[in-house]
């Protein structure tokens, strides 16, 4: 059965202060709510847990997704609240979170159904989550389950947490990168195409990887964007670009990226052997030469496309430039093959590093300031002049 959804508008959780008195009268009415039994009934509605977690912001995350069957609802436009408690397993206290949801008028049927998401950041330790959605007519939904969260200790110089049994409200932002906070100026290269050879469109979990890693880039490391170049392999053309701070142009590059159509591509395009890896070795040029940057970072999923690299652009790409890192992100494991940005990456030198989990994107910027850092410290003890080991 094919199922139809709608996105509630969901606005962040925001954390219910005890020690407040309209805290503590949502406190007593979340609990009530909670336990009674009877009141106005009870809705239809699942709610997964969110396991755990490290997400590509490098911030620790869990929380839940829950959707509602639409014909529970009348089709005029919809809100209701949703609360949560986390009580660690210490028994240091509970947290509260409260959260609204807004669903506009759209048709109702058992087949149409409304999704929408919340979460927060938990220290390491064990919790236990009670989660209520009340409507306006007093009907309800209730759930309950247990985690707990590890943190990695391959990460934890890197990454981090909430102090072991406390929870805090969710960040849309990384964490500060726990390092060196000497600026690197970073010029991007980012390669829109879909992990499917077939599709049409990116998928939103693409959209998302690739803005994550994006955004935690300069988040969460010292890196200052000196250009944002955003080719497409696949169409064969540069699609964006942008000089501005990433944060600024975040919005514009969304909105771009959800305009692109994968299934045709221009014939003159079609007609240059290797047009693809041209594009590419054109772009990181335009990056090194015109911004003059610290380093060039390439941020792709695996694009599939394993053709060999030309000769004449190896040797384009040979002396003393920028540092050059490719940011692969690869769903798949170490299954696929090398596409062409590794094997263009590896030609000029430059660095590798395939993001599988979101700890491999922490390890990754942790390397690539340690190799800046011994870049800077060469090119001080030998003088002026670029290092070797880039574009």
């Not at 409260?98 to 087949?111: H, I, N």
């Not at 391959?154 to 990384?174: F, K, N, Q």
């Not at 100026?185 to 077939?198: E, G, M």
């Not at 694009?303 to 798949?332: C, W």
Request: net charge positive; proline share 8%.
């Amino acid at each position: 059965m094919l199922l139809a959804a709608i996105a509630a508008t969901a606005w962040a959780q925001s954390p219910v202060d005890p020690e407040k008195t309209a805290g503590q009268a949502w406190i007593l009415t979340f609990e009530r709510d909670l336990t009674e039994t009877g009141g106005g009934g009870e809705l239809a509605c699942r709610v997964d847990r969110v396991a755990p977690g490290l997400d590509l912001s490098l911030r620790y995350r869990a929380g839940y997704y829950a959707a509602l069957p639409t014909s529970q609802f009348p089709p005029a436009p919809t809100s209701f609240s949703v609360g949560m408690r986390v009580t660690p397993a210490d028994g240091s206290g509970a947290y509260y979170f409260a959260q609204l949801a807004y669903v506009p008028a759209a048709p109702r049927g058992p087949d149409i159904v409304m999704n929408f998401s919340g979460g927060f950041e938990p220290g390491e330790g064990a919790y236990r989550v009670d989660w209520l959605l009340r409507d306006e007519r007093g009907r309800r939904c209730r759930k309950s389950w247990e985690f707990k969260l590890a943190v990695d200790v391959a990460t934890a110089s890197i990454v981090a947490p909430p102090a072991p049994g406390t929870v805090r409200r969710l960040m849309r932002e990384a964490p500060p990168f726990r390092g060196s906070r000497q600026p690197y100026r970073v010029a991007i290269v980012l390669n829109v195409s879909p992990l499917s050879p077939t599709a049409a469109r990116l998928s939103e979990k693409e959209q998302d990887a690739l803005l994550a890693t994006l955004n935690t880039l300069f988040e969460a490391a010292p890196f200052e964007a000196v250009l944002l170049s955003v080719v497409s392999l696949p169409k064969r053309r540069e699609v964006y670009r942008s000089e501005r701070p990433v944060a600024e142009s975040r919005a514009d590059l969304a909105r771009e990226m959800a305009k692109l159509e994968f299934a045709t591509v221009a014939l003159n395009s079609l007609r240059r052997p290797h047009n693809h890896v041209y594009l590419l070795a054109d772009a990181m040029q335009a990056a090194a030469g015109n911004a003059d940057p610290d380093a060039v970072v390439v941020i792709s999923h695996n694009t599939g496309e394993t053709g060999r690299i030309p000769q004449r652009l190896v040797e384009q790409v040979s002396g003393r430039r920028p540092m050059l890192f490719y940011l692969q992100l690869n769903d798949y494991g170490s299954d696929l093959l090398p596409d062409t940005i590794e094997k263009f990456t590896k030609a000029a030198g430059g660095r590798v590093f395939e993001i599988y989990k979101p700890k491999h994107l922490a390890l990754a910027l942790r390397n690539m300031v340690e190799a800046l850092e011994r870049s800077k410290a060469a090119h001080v003890a030998i003088g002026p002049g670029r290092p070797a080991g880039g574009l």
